[in-house]
Each structure stands twice: as C-alpha cells, then as structure tokens.
C-alpha cells in the first residue's frame, strides 16, 4: 500500500479532519520553508534518536526554530544518553526514509515501541504541517488529532520542555 495512503486511510478511520498540501519533494524545515507556503502553519522539525544501547527509541517533534539539546531532554526523560539513529533504524521502527520523518511514521509502529517526545509549546495548535510518510505532501491537522493517532497506536508520549 501506498506510504501517503496508509496515513490517510488511518486519519479517515479515525475521523480526523485534515488538509493535503502537495509540493515538491523537501528534506529539511529550510526546504519547507523555501517554498514559500506554510507561513500560517506550524511545520514542527522531527528527529528519530537512540539511547547509547540502542535498546529505546524516541521521535521528537519540535517546533521548528528549536534546536534539542539532547543533554536536557535525556533529564527530562530519564534516558541514557542519547544520540541520532541511524537511517536503518528509522525504517525498522518507523517505515521512513531520512527526509520524512513525521509523526504519521508512527503508524508503521506495530509494536508501539517507539516513545514520541513532544515539545509542550506544540500543544493546543490547530495547523500542524507533518508529512505523511512521504515528503512530497504535507497534511494540515491539529495537535489534538495528532494525539489521538499516536494513541491510537499505543505508543507512550512524553511532553518535554525543549
């Protein structure tokens, strides 16, 4: 099945309200940026990151202009030490390719093994831009939503000061 259509059948289970933006492809919050169209959404910056042991995983979305101190936010969740994951272990927790790291990977999580931090000033916003597994489109929905796909799914969320 289709990457983007997974995501949209599981919003439209859920009956999730949300919007389809299709562009070229982007990789990075500058190449959104760039395009010039997202000035009245929050198009949070997403990162795939490891404990030392490689045995917890953890994505975190953030607003775009932050930069995660992964030093603070390992305090925050009582973690090991943390760093960036390789891009094999993107695709074995979440389906993704380097590029398109978004909260709807999640739904590749069968398992609910992957622990989604979520930076507390995204709370409450009803224009969130994620990709749906695919960086050739964004989707349009609001946090509330967001949250009930990632709940849907089961996996643990941690909201963190970032």
Do not use: C, W
Not at 66 to 85: C, E, P, T, V, Y
Request: net charge neutral; no cysteine.
């Amino acid at each position: 099945m289709d990457k983007k259509q997974k995501v949209y059948d599981k919003l439209n289970e859920l009956n999730i309200i949300y919007e389809i933006i299709n562009h070229e492809a982007v990789n990075t919050i500058e190449d959104i940026e760039k395009l010039g169209i997202f000035d009245k959404y929050e198009i949070p910056k997403n990162l795939f990151l490891r404990d030392d042991k490689g045995t917890e995983h953890f994505l975190v979305v953030l607003r775009k202009d932050k930069k995660a101190d992964l030093r603070n936010l390992r305090a925050q969740i009582g973690s090991r030490h943390l760093s960036f994951a390789s891009e094999q272990r993107l695709n074995k927790y979440l389906g993704l390719e380097k590029g398109s790291v978004s909260p709807m990977g999640i739904i590749n999580d069968v398992q609910a093994q992957v622990k989604v931090i979520i930076d507390k000033d995204l709370r409450g916003k009803d224009n969130l831009g994620v990709h749906p597994n695919d960086n050739t489109s964004t989707i349009i929905i609001s946090f509330d939503d967001l949250i009930r796909v990632i709940e849907n799914n089961g996996n643990k969320i941690i909201y963190a000061d970032i």
